[in-house]
């Protein structure tokens, strides 16, 4: 259900970061894998794609749907929460996160994780539901976050991210929001 519903959203923040070839990507709670599989064909045969997420049942599931691609070394799964990722400093391409930020209890120390781990050349895509949609859904009254669509903008910028684009996935007022940062540094 997970990877039908996202699907779209996803599809289009990965055509969001711009890829170049070759890159090193992440999706940072990766849930029902639909990010991992849109990654790893952008990635195509000299990408890596790292998955991290805090729920060992999706992690898991991941492991078994994504065994070659894990033992190609094209794919590395990580347990970890988007506030301590297990990479490097500035050693991605991309990163993108989909439907996540509602769990978190505070965003600035994942977007200062997010600006360490991504290059200044790098890109991240931040996707979330219109908060007026999303306080209609029954779900979202079990511990969901929902923020201001110009809070989350703000919490980026005061990670060193800048919003360089809101993209709209869907159709009227409660369209998903893709927020996509600029490149740090431009060429």
Do not use: W
Request: no cysteine; proline share 5%; net charge negative.
């Amino acid at each position: 259900m997970l990877n039908r519903a996202n699907r779209s959203t996803v599809g289009q923040a990965v055509d969001a970061l711009s890829l170049p070839a070759g890159a090193v990507t992440a999706d940072v709670g990766f849930g029902g894998g639909v990010g991992l599989e849109v990654l790893l064909r952008a990635a195509g045969g000299t990408g890596t794609v790292h998955g991290v997420d805090v729920s060992q049942t999706m992690l898991t599931a991941a492991a078994s749907r994504f065994r070659r691609d894990i033992d190609s070394g094209r794919l590395h799964l990580h347990n970890a929460s988007m506030s301590e990722l297990p990479l490097p400093d500035d050693s991605l391409d991309g990163l993108l996160t989909v439907n996540t930020i509602y769990f978190v209890p505070e965003l600035a120390g994942p977007f200062a994780e997010f600006t360490r781990v991504v290059k200044d050349t790098g890109r991240v895509v931040i996707g979330l539901g219109h908060p007026d949609a999303m306080k209609k859904e029954p779900y979202t009254t079990y511990g969901f976050r929902i923020r201001p669509v110009a809070d989350v903008i703000e919490a980026l910028s005061s990670a060193g991210l800048t919003v360089a684009q809101d993209l709209r996935v869907g159709q009227g007022p409660d369209a998903v929001h893709l927020l996509v940062t600029a490149p740090l540094v431009f060429a």
